[in-house]
Structures are given as structure tokens and as C-alpha cells.
């Protein structure tokens, strides 16, 4: 393996800086401890960058400590994230792109997190064709406990070694790793784990668990990895029980890493393997139902009749949570329940609008101008129920929706 033992000397250029600086502008994100924001930085981006390139050239730039962030888990846990200063995102940020091309070209083939030019679909297909074409229909569904939380330090630095000596550059890494954490006003030391929030975290994580992956293709183990989520395709039961204890002792021994033993299990591909979201069977793949119920919740928030928003506003503030679910799960045989809840959110759509129109009047005007004729009945206009009666379903039609420009989740089907 070649080893590369001047990089610095690439980190010290304003056009490098410039462009990680549109990188990270790009990605958006919090400021961190300094409460400078993008805006901010920009305001000044010149200056900014000429400081942070005098910095790194005479080798006085310090990174300062990141900024704790709790965000809630679907199991009720918490996340715990590290949003670093923009000063410090955009070193990071330059330095990510000096090294991921280095690194990324000999990781494992089936490893897809925070890669270039790969995805959770791309993952997702692998697993399938594990799974369907080639029989490996036991799966050993691994869970790491806070995987980034308690990455090593030393084999962070050892991993990054194999292919870079550069001490500077090894010194920066350091710096981003033992830089601290804040808690409101408290600063605590970080003396293991990369924060996930970091631009480089992702890079470091995939460095330090290649290990895994790697040793993992020498036993003759096929895996799909997506950053620490983790399948092990296997052929019979008694493989899977195999691959299973062989996967942890590198994991806790090797790599001093924690396998959540309550979510760690084995399961048969007839009885569904859950993996990013969906449900992989032998002849199917299905959203996961609390995937389904999470969005519907997202949505009731953003649909409620008391809003008092007018509905085309209300439709172009869901439309990007529309898009975003269904061109993600059409990789699963969806069409039922994505065409099914279109559906239900036009009924909650139809009841804001009748809402809104306040008196039957509004509705019954409505449908004069369609063309009904006829005695039309009163109808509460605030009910639920209203919302799927023939008066309001001929009053706003499927088609007058598409006027109004929802986005009908079955239509990712069609890009």
C-alpha cells in the first residue's frame, strides 16, 4: 500500500479554502460555540479566509470545541451531534477533500455510507441481491451502541496512517478529535468518539471501520455496511451464529466498539429484514411501518385545520416532505401505500380548505359553478368526516389538487 507523506502543503491555498468554504455554505448547518453563522463568515469571506489561510500556514490554528446538540430518536434515545464553528467545518471541509479520494478508492465494495457517488438505494440493492439472487437468505442485522461516540482516538490516527504520514496533517485530525465539547456553558474534554456534526466525522468513521470490513471479506463473510449499520448475508442458521460472534469479537476487541445486544439479532429474509427504512423479504421490499407512521405524524403537524393558512401554502410546505419520502421508498414495492396516502392527505387538505370556506354556501357555489344541479345538502364544514363526502370530494377533485400543485406521492414512479 502507497503512503503519502507531504499533504499539507495542499491545505495552504485560498482557492482550496474558497471552495470548501461553497461546500459547507452549501450544506447550510448551525453556527457552533462563536455563534457565527454562514451569513456571518460570508459577510466577510475574504478577510475570513485570508486569516484562516495565515492560520494554517504558520501552524496557529487551533479548532475550537463543538457545540452539543441533542436530537430525538424514533426509539426515544437521543443523538448526540457536535456542530463545529464555521471557521472549523471549512478546514474540515478542505481537508475531507484532499484525503476521501486517497481513502475512498480501496474501501470494501459494500460499504455505501457518506461515500461519493453512493447511496442508501445503492446499499438497499446490494441487500437485496444477496438476499434474492445469490440465497443468502440469513442476515445478521448488527447495531453498534453511539458508534461514533466511541471511536478510539489512536486507531483513528493509526487507520489514517496507513496511508498518510504527514504529521501536520495527523496534527489537525488530533486537534478535530480532542478539541472538546460544550454543554451550555460547560466545556468537557472529548477523550474518544468523532462528533457526528463534524464534516470529516463521516471519512474517520469509514477509515476506522474498513478495518472491520476488510477482515470481515478476508474470512469469506459478504456484508453490506451503510456507516454502522451493519448486514452479515449468510447462506444457513449456523453460519449466521458464526458470523455473528466473528463480527462482534472484532468489533468490541478489535476495534473497542459496543454491539447493541438487544437490536443485534438474526433474522430470515421470509420474515423481513429491516435495513435503512425498509423491509427486505425474499420476494418483496416494504416500507417499515414506523417509517409510515412517522411521516403521517410530520404531516399532521403541517396540516391542521386551525392553521388559518391559506391551502396552497399549506400544500408548498408539505410538497418538499412529499418528494422526499416517496423518491426515497419507491425503491420498495410502495406503489399501494404511497398511491393510498395521497389519498389520506388530500382528505385532511379538503378539510382545511372547507374550513376555510366557513358556511356550505362557499361549497355550495363551488359546485353550481361545476355544473351540479339539484338540492345540495348543509354539511358541517368543520367535521372530519365532511372531508369525504361526495359534496367535498366533487367539489375538490384529485385534478383540482394538481391545480392547486400537490404532489401526488405515486408520482415517483414516473421520474
Not at 447462506?235 to 443485534?264: C, I, P
Not at 403541517?302 to 399549506?314: I, Y
Amino acid at each position: 500500500m502507497q503512503r503519502i507523506y507531504s499533504l499539507y502543503g495542499k491545505l495552504l491555498s485560498a482557492t482550496a479554502l474558497r471552495r470548501a468554504y461553497e461546500q459547507v455554505r452549501r450544506a447550510k448547518g448551525a453556527a457552533g460555540i462563536d455563534r457565527q453563522s454562514l451569513r456571518d463568515f460570508g459577510a466577510q469571506l475574504d478577510n475570513n479566509l485570508q486569516t484562516l489561510l495565515l492560520e494554517l500556514t504558520n501552524k496557529t490554528y487551533q479548532a475550537q470545541p463543538v457545540r452539543r446538540v441533542e436530537i430525538p430518536k424514533d426509539d426515544g434515545g437521543v443523538r448526540l451531534l457536535g456542530i463545529p464553528s464555521v471557521r472549523d467545518r471549512i478546514v474540515q471541509q478542505a481537508l475531507l477533500n484532499i484525503l476521501q479520494p486517497i481513502f475512498d478508492i480501496d474501501f470494501h465494495p459494500s460499504s455505501y455510507g457518506y461515500r461519493p457517488k453512493r447511496s442508501c438505494h445503492d446499499a438497499i440493492n446490494k441487500a437485496t441481491l444477496f438476499i434474492r439472487q445469490y440465497g443468502r437468505r440469513w442476515v445478521v442485522d448488527m447495531d453498534l451502541s453511539k458508534c461514533f461516540d466511541r471511536l478510539s482516538h489512536d486507531l483513528i490516527i493509526e487507520g489514517v496512517k496507513r496511508k498518510v504520514t504527514d504529521g501536520s496533517v495527523l496534527g489537525l485530525i488530533r486537534q478535530f478529535l480532542t478539541s472538546g465539547v460544550t454543554v451550555g456553558d460547560k466545556r468537557e474534554p472529548s477523550m474518544q468518539g468523532s462528533p457526528q456534526g463534524g464534516v470529516i466525522s463521516p471519512l474517520l468513521a469509514n477509515i476506522y471501520l474498513d478495518t472491520f470490513d476488510q477482515e470481515m471479506k478476508r474470512r469469506g463473510h459478504r456484508i453490506v455496511r451503510y456507516a454502522d449499520d451493519i448486514l452479515i448475508l449468510c447462506t444457513s442458521r449456523k453460519g449466521a451464529e458464526h458470523a455473528l460472534a466473528v463480527a462482534t469479537q472484532l468489533l468490541e476487541q478489535d476495534l473497542q466498539l459496543l454491539v447493541n445486544k438487544d437490536k443485534t439479532h438474526i433474522a430470515h429474509s421470509d420474515d423481513g429484514v429491516k435495513f435503512l427504512g425498509v423491509e427486505i423479504g425474499s420476494a418483496y421490499t416494504r416500507i417499515q411501518a414506523k417509517k409510515v407512521a412517522g411521516f403521517k405524524a410530520k404531516l399532521k403537524a403541517l396540516t391542521k385545520r386551525n392553521s388559518g393558512l391559506p391551502l396552497r401554502e399549506v400544500i408548498a410546505r408539505i410538497n418538499p416532505l412529499l418528494r422526499g419520502f416517496a423518491n426515497y421508498f419507491k425503491i420498495a414495492n410502495s406503489l399501494k401505500v404511497l398511491t393510498a396516502l395521497s389519498k389520506w392527505i388530500r382528505r385532511r387538505l379538503r378539510a382545511i380548505q372547507l374550513k376555510l370556506w366557513k358556511k356550505p354556501t362557499r361549497l355550495h357555489r363551488r359546485l353550481r359553478q361545476l355544473g351540479v344541479k339539484g338540492r345540495l345538502k348543509f354539511i358541517n364544514m368543520r367535521s372530519w368526516r365532511s372531508a369525504n363526502c361526495p359534496l367535498a370530494t366533487i367539489a375538490m377533485t384529485n385534478n383540482w389538487f394538481d391545480e392547486q400543485g400537490f404532489y401526488r406521492l405515486e408520482r415517483a414512479f414516473n421520474n
